[in-house]
């Protein structure tokens, strides 16, 4: 008989926003007619920019025309595409060529597909809390997982130390669940550590329009070394709202190799085989965004999202509990009131003011005992649910 992957029975019995959601269903279902205030997963609320929307239906009506009709493009992306994401690369001071863009179908597919490119017995390093799809993608693949937890007293950053005994480390800066970022000189310690342990970095940028500090790294390849050490994978998602039409990039450095081989080539390999690509019509629409009017349009989203935050961050200040994040990222990290457990504290919100968020306990062990709140909800929920919290948990 056929032997399938043992390793899915070592994966917790669902994943993290699956588990939410369906405690939010049943609650649904036994008290109809509830409104919810939907603070849980990181999914976006308002529509696409119009600039997008004109690129994309100009691409569907060149796909009813002979002339401008594209079948199969480029595995690795439309030439248009990978120019202008490399263009705003650059326009940022990043020097990158064309071809070191891969387009992909988001950051979440492209974080567990990544994984084809190492040995299953290379270890991944996890900082812990994290993106639980690190960990599940990583568990999927067998491989060792050498977990790195951090807490208040690093800000949620941890540093690297030669006792680490990984090859693959998952970054991702603004950092999901906790909002909080990497400075340069951290960053560098990372680039520094990976280059010296011939490790390689896997870059989560999918929050970096968020931040707002110009002194802080958007991307890993400000960082000098980075080149030679690290894969950035980002997404149209959260910063221009593409959760529900999938969109991403992934950068690999021409240079970056191990034992001889080029990653670069490898992923091309990969890719020419796994994949047919993106469709034509969504990457016209992706590269709207990185044209001066899209940009101006995205940026206009995130402003919503950012007062969002502020809304949040001010019900937070009254009610008196420690927080972080909110500032670079679109994540608020608070600590649970009265020392409580966090899918305690989902529950009570959940049952006593309709409010979903994320358990803390959800990105790892060290994350037990705080909450992440997403800011990516409608002005007038988000508005509704720091009314609700600070009624419920009271001024402090
Ligand atoms: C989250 O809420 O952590 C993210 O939205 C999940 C995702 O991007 O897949």
């Known amino acids: 008989m056929i032997e399938l992957n043992p390793h899915y029975a ?26 919810l205030l939907r603070m849980g997963i990181g999914d976006v609320s308002l529509p696409l920019a119009p600039a997008v929307i004109r690129s994309l239906h100009e691409a569907v ?15 690795c992306g439309a030439p248009f595409f990978r120019r202008a994401v490399a263009d705003h690369y650059r326009g940022r001071g990043i020097a990158l060529s064309d071809d070191e863009v891969f387009v992909s179908s988001g950051a979440s597919d492209e974080l567990g597909d990544i994984l084809d490119l190492f040995s299953p017995s290379s270890a991944a390093l996890i900082m812990e809390p994290a993106y639980p799809a690190y ?4 568990v999927i693949a067998g491989r060792r997982i050498v977990r790195l937890p951090s807490g208040e007293e690093s800000g949620f950053l ?10 693959l480390v998952y970054l991702c800066s603004p950092n999901n669940p906790t909002g909080a970022v990497f400075s340069r000189d951290l960053l560098q310690k990372w680039v ?16 970096e329009v968020f931040i707002e500090d110009h002194e802080l790294p ?45 990653l670069h080539a490898m992923w091309t390999r990969n890719r020419t085989t796994k994949t047919n690509g993106v469709s034509y019509i969504l990457q016209k ?34 009610v008196g509990v420690w927080y972080t994040g909110g500032k670079n990222a679109p994540y608020l990290w608070m600590k649970c009131p009265d020392g409580m457990n966090s899918w305690d504290f989902f529950d009570r919100l959940l049952h006593e003011i309709q409010v979903v968020g994320t358990p803390g306990e959800g990105f790892g062990q060290c994350g037990e005992g705080y909450f992440r709140f997403s800011t990516f909800g409608s002005p007038e929920d988000t508005e509704e649910a720091a009314r609700r919290l600070v009624k419920l948990l009271g001024e402090g």
């Open 10 to 35: 070592e994966l917790k019995d669902s994943y993290l926003f699956r588990r939410i959601a369906a405690k939010t269903e049943a609650y649904c279902a036994a008290h109809p007619g509830t409104r």
């Open 61 to 75: 009506d060149d796909q009813a025309q002979i002339a401008t009709f594209h079948g199969y493009l480029p595995e």
């Open 192 to 207: 520094d550590w990976a280059n010296r342990r011939g490790a390689i970095i896997l870059f989560d940028a999918a929050y």
């Open 158 to 167: 941890p540093s690297p130390s030669d006792s680490i005994d990984a090859d």
């Open 218 to 262: 958007r991307s890993i390849f400000e960082i000098d070394g980075a080149r030679t050490s690290a894969i950035e994978i980002c997404s149209l998602s959260k910063t221009a709202g593409f959760t529900g039409t999938r969109l991403g990039y992934t950068v690999i450095p021409l240079e970056l190799e191990r034992g001889g081989q080029r």
């Open 285 to 318: 629409g992706g590269a709207a965004v990185f044209t001066e009017e899209g940009q101006r349009q995205i940026r206009e989203n995130i402003a919503v999202y950012k007062q969002n935050a502020k809304t949040l961050m001010k019900a937070l200040d009254r």
């Open 135 to 138: 960990v599940d993608a990583s």
